[in-house]
């Protein structure tokens, strides 16, 4: 099955910085790699997600790009802000089936 | 905006006891999915669920688990005799047509507690 690890668990940054969260993926078949946001006790929340056939994504300060040929794709958050602390999970859907694979989660801090 | 709700919010049980986790999938959506996060963990899948039957499911979602759409709106989990290691928050979630929609939306979660 499918196997997503992400890097790093733990990530500090100064308000304003921008911070880069990385996944990697086993199936090489995979084809769709959403990214999401949880905070304390809360549900995870879709941020942005890309598909198998796009190499880049962007949504204001959000941006994913993916790299099919070395299986990792990464979450770029840019002039971070203190509301962008939380919990971010990278996931993969493989080819075998519907469900989602997450990574291990990314803890990011900005500190104001 | 539509959401996936779920109830209740928490729940006690003790071990070996039965729970249902109760959820309300997005209207129109047609998957319908559990997840389980461990506290500190990451969110791992269980089962899928499509056409009124199972279409997927993970290595946890042993004979102890089950689920069921009953009627036309609600999606339960039910887990026969609960252990201290399905202390978890729970997850349902739901997607439209998978060749239309991808994203797939989280409920808000029943944080389970096995005494």
Redesign the interface.
């Known amino acids: 099955g499918e196997n997503v690890e992400q890097h790093p668990s733990t990530l500090s940054v100064q308000e304003g910085d921008s911070a880069v969260i990385k996944c990697t993926y086993s199936d090489s078949a995979s084809n769709?790699f959403?990214w999401?946001k949880q905070e304390l006790g809360?549900?995870?929340?879709?941020i942005i997600?890309i598909?198998s056939n796009v190499g880049e994504k962007k949504d204001q300060r959000i941006a994913v790009t993916l790299n099919k040929t070395a299986k990792h794709f990464s979450l770029h958050i840019t002039e971070t802000q203190p509301e962008d602390s939380a919990v971010y999970?990278c996931?993969a859907?493989g080819n075998a089936?519907?469900?989602?694979?997450?990574?291990?989660?990314t803890r990011l801090m900005v500190k104001p | 905006e539509p959401e996936v709700t779920q109830t209740p919010s928490h729940q006690v049980t003790q071990m070996g006891q039965e729970v249902i986790l109760r959820c309300v999938p997005i209207s129109n959506h047609l998957y319908f999915y559990w997840y389980r996060q461990i506290l500190g963990q990451k969110v791992e899948f269980l089962v899928s669920f499509y056409n009124n039957e199972i279409s997927e499911k993970s290595e946890i979602f042993d004979d102890q688990f089950s689920v069921e759409r009953p009627d036309g709106s609600n999606f339960t989990l039910k887990i026969r005799s609960t252990k201290l290691e399905d202390s978890a928050m729970y997850f349902c979630a739901s997607r439209e047509n998978w060749w239309q929609n991808e994203k797939l939306f989280f409920g808000s979660g029943t944080q389970l507690s096995v005494l």
Request: proline fraction near 9%; avoid cysteine; charged fraction near 25%.
């Open positions: 769709y959403p999401y809360k549900r995870p929340q879709l997600d598909r999970f996931a859907r089936g519907n469900m989602l694979t997450f990574g291990g989660g």
